[in-house]
């Protein structure tokens, strides 16, 4: 038995074997229900819980549900408008509270947040009340009709873009605009050759969270498509809310492999970001 | 940072855009809830209309959610489910967060990213990934029914029973616990991370135990990381719908689900407003108690 135990350090709590067991099963708990739903859309059965042997054929069958792909090519138009404006939105925030010193910021800043911090849900309804209020026009063709959807979307992305990139330029050295405003470069040099190089990892870091925030959206998406605009997690909610098919299985399984993608990507830019810095 | 008023043109240009959005897009929206949370169906030619409101200024809606104990029941248990997850939540992540905290340097960031990705995947996929977990031919009861014939208790006790996990309120907390997890996990990092370990370490010297110093040094010292993780956790289960409209069904329904009920199904807007702006003033208040636990706990130390 003494044999068995390691001595450790008092305060060395990573190094227990207990606390390390416990964070494995955490770990493995976290992951398992994810990695057996991409395991099991590769099993050729459609009980799908013993494994039948590999096949693609659900692949193949979500890519011929036209209802789905549909659906795919809706999420995709919309998650890449958003992020486009979303960018740009939340990258003048950021500027805006970086540089400037105004009566009520923290008020303001309390109200940029507000997107973030109150419930999905009632977003969700606010949109959805306002869009019929309003009177949007429905049934315009496409990608028109993704309108609503896309504007709800920019509205609970761009803060979350203004947070990226005002977090990166907290780093920025001042001193670097006063000289180039002391050295004669006019206010949109100085953001193009000074500013915009150093802010780029933060902008392409806040660009792909818009991405995914807009792409993995249920509720508010939930509450503002028609029966036309079906974006891939509704029509995938749609097909859940019957049973749980390998085909579900395959077409989560390529929206998972996406989000992993960009989450690397997102990683690098990161760290090139930290990286370049002066 | 230079006062608004030196470059005004270069303030309004990077002001505007985005908070006409917010104004337009989020505020009015918002506005047209609170609006209508004051409405009732309006009555046209002697019949109650089914799509028309109006406003009336009533509290009815008000007075119906808070009162009627069809939804008063919902919302108690909307509010003891939540509370159970978040509590679960502390629990399972101190540890982890632990962990990761005094992990060494070159795995930290490996560790904290295998927690925080599960974030990135839609939480409608996390969500449905659970119900082929919990149904009844699900992965559970499949590895029970192994496990159970394997000790040849079908022998002895008859056949394996399959427990029926999906659509009731333990469904419901082990999802919201499975899917806001990392949100605990972060805010006790940061505040574990920041601990000064000599403290710890002086507390072990004089003598006390390991549980002695987790109590009364190490939780005490990370008390701002728990009220963070704990309302950071609470908002959104409390607030949560897809949870219990998946894997609660008809028996396990929280306030979400009866605002979408009443905006979706039954029709009733000023009802469903009047109840998402209860839930509001709930997150607000919970907000505003963690800005003023937060001061007193940093005043403290």
């Given at each position: 038995m003494r044999l068995l135990r390691r001595r450790v350090d008092?305060?060395?709590?990573?190094?227990r074997i207990w606390m390390r067991t416990f964070f494995a099963m955490v770990f493995i708990l976290l992951y398992a229900p994810v990695v057996l739903m991409m395991a099991f859309s590769?099993?050729?059965?459609?009980?799908?819980?013993?494994?039948?042997g590999f096949t693609t054929k659900y692949y193949e069958k979500a890519w011929n549900n036209d209802g789905l792909i549909e659906a795919f090519i809706n999420s995709l138009t919309i998650a890449a408008i958003n992020t486009i404006v979303a960018t740009v939105l939340g990258a003048m925030v950021a500027l805006l509270l970086w540089r400037f010193r105004f009566p009520f910021k923290s008020a303001y800043e309390g109200f940029m947040a507000l997107p973030i911090v109150i419930p999905e849900i009632c977003m969700g309804v606010a949109m959805l009340a306002f869009f019929s209020r309003i009177g949007w026009?429905?049934?315009?063709p496409w990608p028109l009709n993704l309108s609503a959807i896309t504007i709800a979307h920019i509205a609970f992305s761009f803060p979350f873009v203004a947070i990226v990139v005002r977090a990166r330029m907290a780093?920025?050295?001042r001193e670097l605009e006063e000289a180039s405003r002391d050295l004669g470069a006019s206010e949109w040099q100085t953001f193009w050759h000074v500013i915009f190089p150093y802010m780029r990892p933060g902008l392409v870091a806040g660009a792909l969270l818009a991405f995914t925030l807009s792409l993995d959206d249920f509720v508010i998406t939930f509450f503002t498509s028609g029966p036309e605009t079906v974006t891939f997690p509704v029509k995938v909610y749609s097909m859940v809310r019957f049973s749980v098919t390998p085909e579900v299985n395959a077409a989560s399984t390529v929206l998972v492999a996406i989000t992993l993608v960009v989450a690397a990507l997102m990683l690098r830019v990161q760290r090139q970001g930290q990286a370049g810095s002066p | 940072m230079e006062s608004f008023r030196k470059n005004q043109g270069v303030f309004w240009i990077l002001a505007g855009p985005g908070s006409l959005w917010l104004l337009f897009f989020f505020l009015v929206p918002l506005g047209i809830v609170w609006v209508l949370s004051f409405g009732e169906k309006a009555v046209i030619d002697g019949k109650v209309s089914i799509t028309e409101t109006e406003i009336?200024?009533?509290l009815a809606n008000y007075v119906r959610a808070l009162a009627d104990p069809v939804y008063l029941v919902i919302m108690w248990k909307s509010i003891w489910v939540s509370a159970l997850a978040t509590a679960l939540c502390l629990i399972i992540a101190y540890p982890v967060a632990f962990v990761i905290a005094f992990a060494s340097p070159r795995w930290r960031p490996w560790l904290l990213l295998a927690v925080i990705?599960?974030?990135?995947?839609n939480l409608l996929i996390r969500t449905y990934a659970l119900i082929a977990v919990f149904r009844i031919r699900g992965y559970v009861n499949f590895t029970l029914e192994w496990i159970y014939d394997t000790l040849w208790l079908d022998r002895l006790l008859g056949p394996f029973e399959p427990l029926e996990?999906?659509?009731?309120d333990f469904a419901v907390v082990a999802g919201l616990v499975y899917v806001f997890m990392p949100f605990m996990v972060l805010p006790l990092f940061a505040s574990i991370e920041r601990l000064d370990r000599s403290m710890l370490e002086a507390s072990l010297d004089l003598g006390a135990s390991q549980m002695g110093t987790f109590l009364r040094v190490t939780v005490p010292l990370t008390m701002p990381g728990i009220i963070s993780g704990l309302i950071l956790v609470f908002i959104p289960c409390l607030g949560s719908f897809l949870t219990a409209d998946l894997?609660?069904?008809?028996n396990a329904t929280m306030i979400g689900n009866v605002i979408e009920r009443q905006f979706k199904?039954?029709?009733d807007w000023p009802f469903g407003a009047a109840l998402s702006f209860l839930l509001m003033y709930v997150t607000f208040g919970a907000l505003a108690l963690r800005a003023l636990l937060s001061r007193d706990a940093g005043a403290r130390i």
């Open positions: 008092p305060l060395d709590y990573a190094g590769f099993n050729d059965s459609k009980r799908n819980i013993v494994w039948r026009p429905t049934g315009m780093g920025f050295n | 009336t200024w009533t990705l599960p974030f990135w995947i996990l999906l659509y009731n894997l609660g069904g008809t199904a039954a029709n």
